[in-house]
């Protein structure tokens, strides 16, 4: 694959690899979201468009894969400050936010097995820099350093999320288990 020896990638190359790691990326994206479906999908779509509109460029410098993911994050940011400034706006202007949606509906079968929903439950109490790097490392295959690339964060700093991630996590799940 030529986009992960770092070799320049066509535009039918980029489209192969976008179809490639898709199902991660909105994973991903799903994540940076918070677990906001429509929002995933909408941040999604313009990381896609930065890639393939070549606003986004591929360097080489690290893996396809953890460079989209890094695209994704920054792309999720960008998002979430916009929708809090048209917020901050409307009720500077005492106008209702349009664009808000009820909350989707909760999909039972993702939480359906008793371990999934403790795990869940303990990822959401670790702070946000140690739930992201262990994501990137367990869930999407990452490496620590690729980690660091996506969050944009040192790499000194994410070996200590990490670390300190995974010994918050063993100790939530071990003081939940049953008994």
């Known amino acids: 694959m030529t986009a992960e020896r770092g070799d320049p990638a066509g535009p039918d190359e980029l ?8 199902r991660a990326a909105h994973a991903w994206a799903n994540h940076c979201c ?7 999908e909408e941040v999604l779509q313009v990381s896609y468009l930065k890639v393939l509109d070549g606003k986004a460029r591929f360097d080489g410098r690290a893996s396809f894969r953890t460079w989209l993911f890094g695209v994704i994050h920054r792309t ?12 901050l706006l409307a009720l500077r202007w005492g106008a209702e936010d349009a664009d808000r949606e009820p909350a989707p509906a909760a999909d039972a079968r993702i939480e359906a097995a008793q371990q999934s929903a403790r795990l869940v439950q303990a990822l959401a109490e670790l702070p946000r820099r140690q739930r992201e790097v262990l994501l990137l490392v367990f869930h999407h295959e990452l490496t620590v350093e690729d980690a660091a690339g996506v969050m944009a964060i040192g790499v000194g700093s994410a070996r200590q999320h990490y670390a300190r991630g995974k010994e918050r996590l063993r100790r939530l799940l071990g003081a939940t288990r049953p008994a």
């Open 76 to 87: 999720a940011a960008d998002h979430r400050r916009r929708h809090a400034l048209r917020n």
């Open 34 to 40: 918070r677990r906001d479906r429509s929002e995933a």
């Open 15 to 22: 489209r192969r690899e976008l179809v490639l790691h898709h």
